[in-house]
């Protein structure tokens, strides 16, 4: 007995993207394949006179995605309670969602209180809000595929400090020939 495996981005298999010669095996390895992309598997079989079965439907998967890499500049704008986090993709494909994290401590995420976290699938810029002023902050960032799949996280992307609130409300309180009281 012999067997056949398609792949292909559609259930259909009308995009047909991949396919095997006909071998005995009982395990087979598709190869070429693009990052975060789900695809449908069938197989069939032919006997030694070569009459072929119906395909059989495997189901479909997505593949993985590469953990997010340093993209140069981490910290485009950086205010006293936001900043913005940048990365490079890795190869991912445009449509894959990051989940993006700041925090006050260099270790790995942990979902504490001392985290921000946001969304998005744009590695040019996730806005991150709601920061403390004067504070450092380190951004950690991992991919997810379409089947939920996380990366590991990309520590060591970089680590920024939040600017210093502008003083408001000062007012002069005792003024003397030698000094000045300011609330």
């Known amino acids: 007995t012999q067997f056949r495996v398609d792949a292909a981005t559609s259930a259909d298999f009308g995009g047909l993207l991949w ?68 990365w490079a993709t890795a190869g991912n494909p445009s449509w894959t969602l990051y989940e993006v994290v700041v925090s006050t401590l260099s270790t790995l995420p942990v979902g504490a209180a001392h985290e921000v976290k946001a969304a998005t699938a744009d590695p040019g810029g996730a806005v991150m809000a709601g920061l403390l002023a004067n504070s450092t902050w380190y951004l950690n960032v991992r991919a997810v595929n379409w089947n939920g799949v996380y990366s590991e996280w990309s520590a060591g992307l970089g680590s920024t400090v939040t600017r210093i609130e502008t003083p408001a409300g000062v007012n002069f309180d005792a003024i003397s020939s030698n000094s000045i009281v300011a609330v």
């Open 19 to 86: 396919s095997n010669d006909w071998d005995a095996f009982t395990s087979t390895t598709v190869l070429g394949l693009t990052r975060n992309t789900t695809y449908h598997l069938r197989v069939e079989a032919r006997n030694a006179a070569g009459t072929r079965t119906a395909f059989l439907y495997m189901g479909a998967t997505s593949t993985l995605v590469s953990f997010p890499v340093d993209g140069g500049n981490p910290f485009p704008t950086v205010f006293a309670s936001s900043l913005t986090a940048s």
